[in-house]
């Protein structure tokens, strides 16, 4: 059972570089979205995709770009990385909720723990 | 907004001893409630979850209440061992602007169980 799969674990970047977390599931979930964790802030939403095609930013998409050219896969792109984007990212997919309330479940990826330095 | 607050850690306790961790919750509809737990250097996996008001979620020993009449979600367990040792995170699900769920965290309770 692969779920929720995110590559690299680690990653240490110089600033002003770029580079693609990835991340691929294979529950053919519609939702995909990326978080980001920090110390005492628990974790925050960046992007989101509802479905192919279609991306949404969250609560802090500065800085970050995301695609979602296929079901299974939406990468997370930092254009020019800055320090203040050391962090562990989660990527998280879901199918696409009947409605509120519906206790749709969320799987989480294992965590990209990314420091620029 | 929507928004979750759970109680500040860390949180140290012996093996065998009573848990409780505090959540109560902001919501303007009828949120699903979430108890996640991250053990050290892995991801976040799902411990239980309610769905509607009275619902008890539970697994591996632990309990939680949807409370509506407190909008609360306390997370319990009768007796802690060394490999509950992590970080709690409890949450909700919201709606967002284009219809579809999203997750709104608490800031984490980290969780210690000694010996």
């Known amino acids: 059972n692969a779920g929720v799969t995110q590559t690299p674990k680690f990653q240490v970047l110089k600033t002003g570089q770029s580079m693609t977390l990835q991340c691929a599931q294979d529950?053919?979930?519609?939702?995909m979205s990326w978080y980001r964790q920090d110390p005492g802030m628990g974790l925050r939403l960046i992007h989101y995709?509802?479905?192919?095609?279609?991306?949404d930013q969250g609560e802090v998409p500065n800085g970050y770009n995301v695609s979602r050219s296929t079901t299974e896969d939406f990468p997370l792109r930092l254009l020019s990385a800055a320090p203040s984007q050391t962090s562990v990212y989660f990527c998280?997919?879901?199918?696409?909720?009947?409605?509120?309330?519906?206790?749709?479940?969320?799987?989480f990826g294992e965590g990209s723990w990314l420091t620029v330095v | 907004g929507d928004s979750v607050t759970q109680m500040e850690g860390p949180v140290t306790l012996s093996e065998e001893a009573f848990l409780t961790i505090n959540c109560t919750y902001t919501?303007?509809?009828?949120?699903?409630l979430f108890w996640y737990v991250q053990y050290p250097g892995e991801g976040l996996q799902l411990l239980l979850k309610?769905?509607?008001?009275?619902d008890k979620g539970s697994n591996k020993g632990f309990e939680a209440t949807y409370r509506k009449e407190t909008t609360s979600f306390h997370l319990e367990k009768g007796s802690v061992q060394v490999s509950d040792s992590a970080v709690y995170f409890c949450a909700l699900s919201d709606i967002t602007q284009g219809g579809s769920e999203k997750l709104v965290f608490g800031k984490g309770t980290k969780l210690t169980v000694n010996p």
């Open positions: 529950m053919n979930h519609e939702y």
């Open positions: 309610a769905t509607k008001a009275d």
């Open positions: 998280a997919s879901s199918f696409r909720p009947l409605g509120q309330g519906a206790g749709n479940t969320i799987y």
């Open positions: 919501a303007t509809g009828y949120p699903s």
């Open positions: 995709s509802v479905g192919a095609g279609i991306t």
